[in-house]
């Protein structure tokens, strides 16, 4: 028993601190981005209510949606 909560510990901050990490990491990219209309609102607002679920689909499914800025 002693064993399993030793795993379980380490285990559990390292899940946990992703379900903190990549939330952020999305966060940061999407505000750091230009989007069409208002779609930086939403996907700022769907990673903020669904965490780490929104997170997945945005790096999925919203990154297609940035405008790419002319290089200079």
């Known amino acids: 028993m002693v064993y399993f909560s030793m795993i379980a510990g ?16 999305a966060l940061i990219d999407i505000l750091k981005n230009r989007f069409e209309g208002n779609n930086k ?9 669904t965490s780490i679920i929104g997170s ?11 405008i790419d800025s002319p290089k200079t």
């Open 10 to 25: 380490w285990q559990l901050l390292a899940f946990g601190s992703l379900f903190f990490i990549i939330p952020i990491i």
């Open 41 to 49: 609102l939403i996907w700022t607002l769907v990673v903020l209510f």
């Open 56 to 66: 997945i689909l945005y790096f999925l499914i919203g990154r297609k949606y940035k």
